[in-house]
Structure formats: C-alpha cells, structure tokens
C-alpha cells in the first residue's frame, strides 16, 4: 500500500453558506441491506467488434489491458465483461478457415445520429480466433457470451459454446455464461411461445455438446429490452411458457438479465437527479422479486445512460460518471447485483475508447478513456473486500445527496460509506459551486486503529469531457497508467466539507 498523505480537513468557514447533511451510518448492516457477492460492475462489450477491445493474439490491445489491469489493482478482480448486445444476433461461424478475427458488413456510416455514424454490423463472420482473444484480458477475467438465437440454428449455437468455451478455458480467463439471444422482445414478430422453443432447443443442444468436454453449462436468461407483461416477456412469464425448464437444462440457469436505457434526458443534469435514478431503477422491483422467487439472480445485462449509443452532451460529460456511481449503488440496494454498462466502439456512453479514430466529442483521436470509466475504479475500492460484502442506502434528508453504507457480509464491520452530490454544477455558470457540510456522527474508527480517511471523485463541471480525477490521480493519460500522487483525506472531526457534483467514499478499512 502507498504511503498516504495525511491532509487536515480545514475547519468550517462560519461564513460561507453551506447546506448542512447529516447522515447516520448504523454501525451494523440494517435488516434491509442486500447482499453482493461478486465485482458488481462490467462492461458489456458490442460483439461485433470484440477484438478491437482485445486485440490480437500476441498483440494484446495494451490499452484496454492497462485500464483493467488498473481495476484488478484496486479491487482485487478484473470486471467481468459480457459479449452480445444487437449484433450477437447477427453472428455465424464464418465458413472461411483463413480468417482469424472478424469479417464484419457495417451499413453505411452517417451523422444524421450517434448510432449512425457508427452503425452496428449487419453481419458478424467470427474467424477461427475471435473468441481467443479473450487471452488478453486480466487474468481471471470473466466472460458472459451472446450466442445468435434469432439464426433458429441449435447446432450452430452448439458449435459457437463449443468454440467459446475451448477458448476461454485454454485462455485462463473464466466462463461465466451463455446468453442465448439479444432483447428477443425486439425481433419484431417472436411470441413467447417461439421464443420458448427456440431458446429451449439452443439450450438443450448447447448442453449436450460442451457437458462431457468441459462440465456443465451456465446460462443468463432474457436479455429482454423492456419487460413487456401482456406478452409475457417478463421474468415470470418466460418462466411460465417455459423457458428453462426442461430436464438438463433446469437448474443450470442462474442468472435473469434486464436491459435498461435512462430515457432520453436533455441535459446531463436530468440523467444524474437523485430522484429520476431511484425511479428508474425501482421500476424493476416487480422483475427483480420474480427472478429471487425463482431462485435466480438479477442483473442488468445491458444498460446506459441514453439507448442508441449514447447522447452527446449527456453520456459522454462528466456528470455522467456521478450518475453512473448512484445508479449502481441504487440498483444494489434493491437487489440487483450486478451491472453491466454497454460499450461499443467509438459510442458516446463507452467507458473508453479501445483504439484511434473516434469522433465522440473527445479532443485527442489517440484511444482514450471517458468519464465513465471511472465508476469501474470507484466501485473497486467501495466493495473491495476478501469476501462478499452489504449495500444498504442511508437516509441523507437532502433531494441532491445520496449515501451508501457497505458492510462486510462474514462479520457485520462497516467498511465504507458513500456519499454522491447529485446536485448539477455547470462550469460555463456565473454561480459559484455550493459546498456541503456532511456531519456523520459516531463513525465506528477503522479496526486497527486510527481515524477513517476519504477519497474523492472530482469533477470540474458536469458538461465537461475531461477533468475528471479519482483520489487526486487522473487516468486520462495516453498508457492509461494513472498520473499524479493519491491523495487521501483523514478525517478529523465528525463533519467535513463536499461540494456539488461530486462523490465521496469514506474508509473505514481498505480493501
Ligand atoms: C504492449 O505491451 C507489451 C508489454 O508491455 C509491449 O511489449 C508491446 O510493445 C506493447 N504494444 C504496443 C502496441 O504498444
Ligand atoms: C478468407 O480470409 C482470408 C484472411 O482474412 C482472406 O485473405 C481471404 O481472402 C478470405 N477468402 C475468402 C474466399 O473470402
Ligand atoms: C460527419 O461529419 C464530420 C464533420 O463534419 C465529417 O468530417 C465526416 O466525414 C462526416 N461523416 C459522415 C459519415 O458523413
Ligand atoms: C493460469 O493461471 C494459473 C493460476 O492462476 C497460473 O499459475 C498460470 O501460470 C496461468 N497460465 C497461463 C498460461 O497464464
Ligand atoms: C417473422 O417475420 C419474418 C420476416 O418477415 C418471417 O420470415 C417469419 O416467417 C415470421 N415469423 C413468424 C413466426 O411469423
Ligand atoms: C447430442 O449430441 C449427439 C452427439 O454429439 C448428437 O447425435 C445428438 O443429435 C445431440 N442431441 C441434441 C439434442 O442436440
Ligand atoms: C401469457 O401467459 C398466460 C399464463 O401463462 C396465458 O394465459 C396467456 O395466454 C399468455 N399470453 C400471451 C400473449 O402469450
Ligand atoms: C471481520 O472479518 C474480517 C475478515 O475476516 C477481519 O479482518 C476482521 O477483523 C473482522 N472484524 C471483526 C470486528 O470481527
Ligand atoms: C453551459 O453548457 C451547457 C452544456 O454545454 C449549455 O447547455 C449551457 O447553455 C451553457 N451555459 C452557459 C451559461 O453558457
């Protein structure tokens, strides 16, 4: 661990005007915190494109390696990353034995929208390596892959899980799942009844052809892109028609994925508003209490601030990254427990941009990271911990201000609170920034003695693309090796000062 800096907080200012928080941390998780067993945040990862973020055997995208590598260093686990998304749909075995990585049809591009100027493939041949690819990520990387549904081919599906598994077996990365199909809500004319018999006849070839080779498949159910009860595409009614019910595949589902996009915000002030982030995702309370009845763990397989690639102005500012940190910690303190934020590349809501050539609003072309990368490096260290830990949210009686409580799930211990401003600050404004004075009375002390310390998410201005610094580090380097000494804050007294648009996590224990 690096020597920390010990920063006395200045005192208070009497004059200044500041909106006083006081958050009380119960020293125990309350009976209604939920657990989280593993890395809560991913990346979903477009298929079509999936070696660009890998890069090629023996030439790793170093990158992208770099970038998670940094996660796996604060956290202890790389992100799991799932593949699919529209195009897993659009993916064939290609017939061509020469081809290692892709052969991809893209539409024409054009800059009538952000979806359209960097369209998705129509068509995805995978070669021979695609899947090996997988050999570049962090050691221990987990995988989720998409297998086409909508081809109505089970023994391509099979021979895709096939191929898939080979890889990352030999790949020391881990499989996690197979997803079969993407948003089959969307495919225009599937009832639930072809879904059902699609999805059940790819499973039961999947099943059969990998068990013996490499053990029993997992699989992550739906994907759908927005529950849709009167069809039954909803987690009961896929269940009820069927899915996954079969002998030898019942049981080997584990996992019930949502999509969700947050609408169509205008300004990026929209997206962040403490109240818009608990309705969007409390919405999903019906889906996840369907998926814990049927013994199976929701995520969000899928999700973003604005569909359609991302809005600009919206998901590729600053504020999003607070945004981003609330919508985790609120959709793990309802119970989902984990979220996947979609990344294609040179999309505007990406957490990077893998390689050159993006035009995303960024000012440099060179690969580059945005500032949502930085909710995979917070939330590393806000759950970082030897075993599965507690999320609980905490009353703050502020519209503006969220806060979280993590304990550790073996022995209760609070391990960190999370406090997230909301609040917008624009930079271009004449308004100066509002400070916070947050009082956290009786804070348990770390363990080992001492006095808990704090790091901050700083951003310079909610419409910003750049700027954005983590514990006083900035990751906006051309490596994507951090810049700059790690500034921890002790705390010194029971209230210390935040401003808007900011996050701050408090320690009582690191890792
Ligand atoms: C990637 O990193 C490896 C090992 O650090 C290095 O040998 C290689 O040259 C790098 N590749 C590029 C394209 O920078
Ligand atoms: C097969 O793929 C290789 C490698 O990309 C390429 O050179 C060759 O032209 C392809 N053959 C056909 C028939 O498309
Ligand atoms: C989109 O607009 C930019 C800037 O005007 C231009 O350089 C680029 O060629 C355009 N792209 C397409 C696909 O029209
Ligand atoms: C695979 O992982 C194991 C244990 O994590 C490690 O000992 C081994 O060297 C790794 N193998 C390769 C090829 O990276
Ligand atoms: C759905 O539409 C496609 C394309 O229009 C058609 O080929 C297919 O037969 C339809 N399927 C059903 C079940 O209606
Ligand atoms: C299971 O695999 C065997 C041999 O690989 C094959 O003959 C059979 O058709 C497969 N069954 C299904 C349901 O895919
Ligand atoms: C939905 O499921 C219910 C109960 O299983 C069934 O009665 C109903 O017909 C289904 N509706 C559709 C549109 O599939
Ligand atoms: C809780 O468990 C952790 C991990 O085993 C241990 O380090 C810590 O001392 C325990 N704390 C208490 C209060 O028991
Ligand atoms: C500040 O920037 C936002 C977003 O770019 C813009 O909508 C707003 O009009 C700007 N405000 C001023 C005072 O320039």
């Known amino acids: 661990m690096k020597p920390r800096p010990l920063l006395l907080l200045p005192l208070l200012g009497t004059a200044a005007a500041q909106t006083a928080v006081t958050i009380a941390v119960p020293a125990a998780p309350p009976a209604h915190a939920q657990l989280v067993p593993s890395f809560p945040v991913g990346l979903s990862i477009e298929q079509d494109r999936f070696p660009d973020w890998a890069g090629h055997l023996g030439v790793p995208n170093n990158f992208t390696r770099t970038l998670l590598g940094n996660v796996k260093d604060r956290g202890g686990t790389p992100p799991p990353i799932r593949v699919g998304g529209t195009t897993e749909d659009r993916t064939w075995l290609s017939p061509n034995s020469s081809l290692r990585y892709y052969d ?9 929208s952000t979806q359209k100027l960097y369209p998705e493939a129509t068509i995805v041949y995978a070669g021979s390596d695609f899947w090996r690819t997988t050999a570049n990520f962090p050691q221990g990387t987990e995988f989720t892959f998409g297998i086409n549904l909508r081809a109505q081919d089970p023994a391509m599906a099979a021979a895709v899980a096939t191929r898939v598994w080979e890889s990352v077996r030999r790949e020391n990365v881990s499989m996690r799942a197979f997803e079969i199909g993407n948003e089959p809500d969307m495919y225009g004319n599937w009832s639930i009844g072809l879904y059902t018999s699609n999805w059940n006849a790819a499973a039961a070839a999947i099943v059969n052809a990998t068990t013996t080779s490499f053990g029993a498949p997992t699989f992550q159910l739906f ?29 080997l589902a584990k996992i019930a994925s949502l999509h969700h996009y947050n609408g169509n915000p205008s300004r990026v002030s929209d997206l962040m508003r403490k109240s818009a982030v608990s309705s969007q995702v409390g919405q999903f309370a019906p889906e996840i209490s369907a998926a814990q009845k049927a013994g199976l763990q929701f995520e969000f397989g899928e999700t973003g601030s604005v569909g359609g690639h991302g809005a600009p102005g919206v998901s590729n500012v600053a504020g999003s990254v607070i945004w981003a940190v609330d919508y985790v910690f ?62 609980a949210e905490l009353e703050t009686g502020n519209g503006d201000v969220s806060a979280y409580g993590v304990w550790a799930a073996n022995n209760g211990t609070l391990l960190r609170t999370v406090i997230v401003n909301s609040a917008a600050y624009y930079s271009n404004s004449s308004a100066p920034r509002s400070t916070y004075a947050y009082t956290l009375p009786n804070l348990p002390m770390p363990q080992g003695g001492g006095r808990p310390w704090l790091r901050r998410l700083a951003i310079p201005g909610v419409e910003r ?3 954005v610094t983590w514990a006083g580090q900035s990751f906006e380097t051309e490596s994507g090796v951090p810049s700059g000494t790690r500034v921890d804050e002790t ?21």
Do not use: W
């Open 223 to 251: 994907a759908l892109a927005n529950p849709n009860p009167r069809a039954n595409f909803t987690v009961s009614g896929a269940l009820a028609a069927g899915v996954a019910q079969g002998a030898g595949v019942k049981g």
């Open 491 to 511: 705390l010194v007294q029971d209230t210390f000062e935040g401003r808007e648009s900011e996050v701050v996590v408090l320690y009582m224990r690191e890792g």
């Open 104 to 112: 991809d049809v893209f539409p024409p591009s054009s800059n009538s």
């Open 330 to 391: 609120q959709a793990l303190s309802i119970g989902i427990k984990r979220v996947y934020f979609h990344n294609g590349v040179c999309y505007r809501y990406n957490m990077f941009q893998p390689i050159a050539g993006c035009n995303d609003g960024s000012s440099t072309s060179a690969p580059h990271i945005m500032p949502m990368y930085h909710v995979l490096l917070l939330l590393a260290e806000a759950v970082a911990y030897p075993g599965a830990v507690q999320v």
């Open 465 to 467: 693309n750049s700027g």
